[in-house]
C-alpha cells in the first residue's frame, strides 16, 4: 500500500509519542495542523541531503529575456519545484554555471538539468525517503506540540536520524545507481590471491 501524507504525519506524531493519529487531510486537530504547516520545510530539507531518485526530475530550461549584467551570457529559469541541481547538461561538475536566486546563469546555448523536485507526493517517495521525513517532521512538530505535554528530547531524535540517515543512504546508492566493475579484493566468494580453496 502507498504512503500517504497522513501515514507520515502519524509516523511522525509516534515518534514523539503523541497517540492521537491524524485521521485524514480534513481533520482539525492541533496535531493535523502543526503537521500540515511544517510538512513543506521537512519535506525540503529531506529532499535537498541528497538526489533521491524518487524525486529526480528532467528538464530543458527557458532562457530568461533579459541577460545578467555581465559574468555570464544567458540566464535560465529554474522549474518552480526545484530543490537541488543534480547536474547540468549530463554532468555533475559545477563549473561553467552559477545558481542565483531563481535562475541559473551560464554562457551555454541550451541548458537541460537533472533536478530534485518537491512537487514529489508522499506515495512517490522510497521508503527510506518516506522515513527520514517522518523524523525530520517529528523533530520540528516538538515545539508546536509542547502546550500538549509533549516533550521529547532532541537527543533522541538525532540518534534516530544518525542510525536512519546512513541507511537510507546505503539502499538509495545500493538500488539506483551503477555499481562499478567487481573488484577482485572485495569478492568474498573468492580466495585470497595464493590462498587454495
Not at 492541533?30 to 530539507?45: G, K, L, M, S, W
Not at 538539468?113 to 518537491?118: D, G, M, P, R
Amino acid at each position: 500500500m502507498a504512503t500517504t501524507t497522513v501515514d507520515i504525519y502519524n509516523r511522525a506524531l509516534d515518534r514523539i509519542g503523541v497517540s492521537e493519529a491524524v485521521r485524514s487531510e480534513g481533520d482539525d486537530t492541533q496535531e493535523r495542523i502543526i503537521c500540515e504547516r511544517e510538512y513543506p520545510a521537512a519535506r525540503d530539507a529531506v529532499l535537498s541531503l541528497f538526489p533521491w531518485a524518487c524525486a529526480r526530475k528532467r528538464a530543458t530550461l527557458a532562457t530568461v529575456e533579459e541577460p545578467p549584467e555581465f559574468g555570464f551570457e544567458r540566464a535560465f529559469q529554474l522549474p518552480p519545484d526545484f530543490v537541488t541541481l543534480v547536474e547540468v547538461d549530463g554532468s555533475p561538475r559545477r563549473d561553467g554555471f552559477v545558481l542565483e536566486g531563481d535562475r541559473l546563469l551560464s554562457n551555454a546555448e541550451e541548458c537541460r538539468i537533472i533536478y530534485i523536485s518537491n512537487s514529489v507526493g508522499a506515495h512517490e517517495l522510497s521508503p527510506h525517503v518516506a522515513e527520514l521525513l517522518s523524523l525530520e517532521l517529528a523533530r520540528r512538530i516538538v515545539p508546536g506540540l509542547s502546550s500538549r505535554g509533549v516533550n521529547v528530547s532532541g537527543s533522541l531524535l538525532q540518534e534516530c536520524w544518525a542510525s536512519e540517515y546512513p541507511r537510507a543512504m546505503a539502499a538509495e546508492v545500493r538500488n539506483n545507481f551503477p555499481r562499478p566493475q567487481p573488484n577482485r579484493l572485495i569478492e568474498f566468494d573468492r580466495p585470497f590471491p595464493g590462498v587454495a580453496r
